[in-house]
C-alpha cells in the first residue's frame, strides 16, 4: 500500500518545479539519531554521564540542571562534539540523491548538524540554530562564533569526573558574559546569519508559489507547529499548484481542507527515503 504511496511521490517529484523539504527531529531519529530516548547509541557514548548524573537521554542530559557550569560544559562538550563527528545518516543521504538534480531547498527545526553535512548552505535554513556555533548569552552583538576548536579543547582538558576546568568555559570575547550554543531558547540569536538563511526561503517560496511546488514535510512533530506544519498547510492551501506530502512514523491525519492537495504517509523514514531513491534513480 505505502509502495503505491512511494511511487506516486517519486512521480510528483519528477513533475515538481521544485520541492519544498520541512524536516524534523523524526529525519533525525530514523537516522539512529534520537534525542528523546535512550538509545544503542546513547549508551555507546553517554554511559559515563548516565551512572554520574542518571540521564537516560541527550534532552534530558542537555537540559539537566547541573550543580557547576564546569559540568554542563563537560556534557556540551561531549554532545557537541558527538553530533560534529557523527557520519550523516542514511535518510539524509538518501534524501539528497532523490534532490539533486531538482530546484530544492529545506526549512528544518533541527539543530544537529545532520542537514549541513548533506546539504549546500545556500538551500538551507535551520530555523532554531547549529550547535557548530556559539552565541553572547545575553546576546551583546550580532555574531556566532564556530566553536569546532574550542570544544576539542575542553574535552583534551575534562577531568574523570566529566567536568572541564573553569577557565575554558568559553566567554564572550565582547562582553564577557558566557557563550551558549547557538540554538533555541529564550536568548537565541536571530541576527545576520539566522536572517539571511531565513531571507533564502522566503526567496524560494516567492520564485515556486505559482509554480509546481511540492511540499515535502519528513519527520515533522508537534512540538512547534508554526515554524513548518502551519506554513507548509498555509501553502498547500493558498499556492494554485502546490501539493503537500508528509511522511512519519506515527499515524497522522491530513487537514480536510486540504483535501485532494495532500497525500499523509505513515511510514519510517528509513524505509521511506530508501525506496523512494530506488524509484527516482
Ligand atoms: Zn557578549
Redesign the pocket.
Known amino acids: 500500500m505505502n509502495q503505491d504511496k512511494i511511487k506516486n511521490v517519486a512521480e510528483l517529484i519528477r513533475q515538481a518545479d521544485a520541492v519544498l523539504v520541512g524536516a524534523g527531529s523524526g529525519m533525525s531519529s530514523a537516522a539512529g539519531y534520537n534525542h528523546y530516548h535512550c538509545n544503542e547509541m546513547f549508551k555507546k557514548y553517554f554511559k559515563d554521564f548516565e551512572q554520574t548524573y542518571g540521564i537516560r537521554n541527550l534532552f534530558q542530559g542537555f537540559y539537566y540542571v547541573y550543580s557547576k557550569p564546569e559540568q554542563q560544559w563537560g556534557f556540551y562538550s561531549r554532545y557537541i562534539t558527538f553530533m560534529e563527528t557523527s557520519p550523516a545518516g542514511q535518510p539524509y543521504r538518501d534524501l539528497y540523491e532523490c534532490l539533486k538534480g531538482k530546484e530544492y531547498f529545506i526549512l528544518t527545526t533541527n539543530c544537529d548538524i545532520q542537514i549541513p553535512k548533506v546539504f549546500p548552505e545556500n538551500r538551507i535554513c535551520q530555523f532554531q540554530g547549529d550547535f557548530r556555533y556559539f552565541q553572547?548569552?545575553?546576546?551583546?552583538?550580532d555574531q556566532i562564533y564556530e566553536n569546532y576548536a574550542m570544544i576539542q579543547d575542553m574535552l583534551d582538558s575534562m577531568n574523570d569526573n566529566q567536568e572541564i576546568p573553569s577557565e575554558k568555559i568559553p566567554r564572550?570575547?565582547?562582553?564577557?558574559?558566557k557563550m551558549v550554543p547557538w540554538v533555541q531558547d529564550n536568548t537565541f540569536l536571530q541576527g545576520e546569519y539566522w536572517k539571511t538563511a531565513y531571507q533564502q526561503y522566503k526567496n524560494f517560496v516567492d520564485t515556486y508559489k505559482n509554480k509546481k511546488l511540492l511540499l515535502l514535510e519528513l519527520g515533522v512533530g508537534d512540538m512547534t507547529p508554526s515554524v513548518i506544519k502551519l506554513p507548509f498547510w498555509d501553502m498547500a492551501y493558498n499556492f494554485s499548484d502546490t501539493f503537500l506530502v508528509t511522511v512519519n512514523l506515527d499515524a497522522g491525519s491530513s487537514p480536510e481542507h486540504l483535501n485532494g492537495k495532500c497525500l499523509t504517509i505513515n511510514e519510517d523514514l528509513l524505509y521511506f527515503l530508501q525506496k523512494l531513491r530506488g524509484q527516482i534513480q
Do not use: L, V
Open positions: 553572547c548569552s545575553q546576546p551583546c552583538h564572550c570575547p565582547k562582553c564577557g558574559w
